[in-house]
């Protein structure tokens, strides 16, 4: 069956969207991610979906679920590289995200769980 | 009404071709549209003409007064023509139409002098023809609007690219000045240029200033607020600055929340924070001596 492979870097877990999502595909993926983030203990998730053109109301929320899932599994997760066709059709089915980190690419992402991680420790 | 086949309208207009091209002519000229300085004499003396021609030949084979037959086609094609590059040139609509309603004369005077001795027949075919020609003249007029609405609809669009210019600021930092009244399409364009705008330079930050805003409505409010969640959901951050008292006190009026958008009363207030956004910061230089 089709997976999205989750790759672990350090305690951050990456997950690139290559292909267009269907329900299976997302479903499959949220159940995998929060089984990965309770094995490794990962303190955060980065989601690129940059290659991601097409999304509807079910993987809207599907992403939703997946940010707040990891919440409660006490990782951030912060949503990379989404196309301006995609962030207009969320905000139009009204699916704002709340909650969810956002970043233009994986670099800043990256850049921003680093920064977040060392107020953390500074705190 | 006399049956169609029995028409004689095809019959006069053969006959007396030349006559009435004549008469037809000296009306169009007489008329206060004669527009010499638009359109040259023989010009019109040439579309008159062929559309003399195409009429014979569409009555000849047409039945009855309905012009939206296949048989009026060539007919039609040729009033759009000259409907629309008279609404290109600048004629009005009734300076438009006067081509087609200025042939009824003629024609009728035509018939008058072939029927004069059928009343009956006479009555028949003059009110048939004038039918046909009302037709056509609302035609014209018809032809006529939709070409100039054409004009209006990219003139707007040309408008609607015009006025929501995206620019550069700084290195991450992008400035939308937003001037005139925002409605949903308009929005629409904003959204997506900005968007757009966002990925192509990979900015942090952009400064939607609304200075140039008359009045910010419950819709307008939201539109900006859809931009805003748009740009964040992409990793961006919106600043609104340019708020005027009188928008301040409207948006909390209306019961319109910000709260979860950054606001400034001037763009140099934006500008500097969108700097400290991304790690900058304007310093004077140090005073010559």
């Known amino acids: 069956m089709e997976r999205i492979p989750i790759l672990k870097m350090g305690d951050v877990l990456l997950v690139t969207i290559q292909v267009d999502m269907h329900d299976q595909l ?74 969810v980190r956002t970043a233009l690419n994986v670099e800043r992402g990256m850049a921003l769980l680093r920064g977040e991680a060392d107020a953390d420790a500074a705190g | ?60 084979k047409g039945t009855g007064t309905n012009v939206t037959g296949p048989e009026w086609r060539v ?26 309603f200025s042939l009824k004369q003629p024609v009728f005077e035509a018939m008058r002098q072939e029927l004069g001795s059928d009343p009956a027949a006479l009555a028949d075919e003059v009110w048939n023809t004038s039918l046909l020609l009302d037709q056509l003249g609302l035609y014209t007029t018809e032809v006529f609007q939709k070409g100039r609405e054409e004009v209006i609809a990219r003139q707007q669009q040309e408008m609607l690219e015009l006025s929501t210019p995206v620019v550069k600021l700084w290195d991450g930092v992008l400035g939308l000045p937003m001037i005139g009244t925002l409605d949903s399409a308009r929005t629409q364009v904003v959204m997506e240029s900005l968007l757009q705008r966002i990925v192509e330079t990979g900015a942090d930050v952009a400064i939607i200033d609304i200075t140039g805003v008359p009045t910010v409505d419950t819709l307008v409010a939201q539109h900006l607020i859809k931009t805003i969640t748009a740009a964040r959901l992409m990793g961006a951050e919106c600043i609104i600055s340019g708020i005027r008292p009188q928008i301040a006190a409207t948006i909390v009026h209306l019961g319109v929340d910000l ?19 991304v790690g900058l910061s304007v310093q004077p230089t140090p005073a010559r001596k």
């Open chain 1, 26 to 99: 997302a479903m499959t993926l949220q159940d995998d991610l929060t089984q990965r983030i309770s094995q490794t203990g990962a303190h955060a998730v980065l989601i690129d979906i940059s290659a991601v053109e097409i999304v509807d109301s079910f993987i809207g929320r599907m992403i939703a679920n997946i940010a707040a899932m990891a919440r409660i599994l006490d990782a951030k997760t912060v949503l990379v590289g989404m196309q301006p066709a995609v962030a207009i059709t969320l905000v139009e089915l009204g699916l704002t995200l709340p909650g």
């Open chain 2, 1 to 60: 009404m006399s049956p169609a086949t029995s028409s004689r309208l095809p019959q006069v207009l053969e006959r007396r071709e030349a006559e009435i091209l004549d008469r037809w002519m000296k009306e169009q000229l007489a008329a206060v549209s004669a527009r010499r300085d638009l359109m040259s004499e023989g010009q019109l003396r040439e579309q008159s003409k062929e559309f003399l021609g195409l009429m014979k030949q569409a009555t000849s």
């Open chain 2, 75 to 100: 007919a039609r094609e040729m009033l759009s023509d000259i409907s629309r590059s008279r609404a290109a040139k600048g004629f009005t609509p009734s300076e438009t139409a006067i081509f087609v």
């Open chain 2, 259 to 277: 709260s979860m958008v950054i606001t400034k009363a001037t763009l140099a207030d934006a500008f500097s924070v969108a700097l400290a956004r």
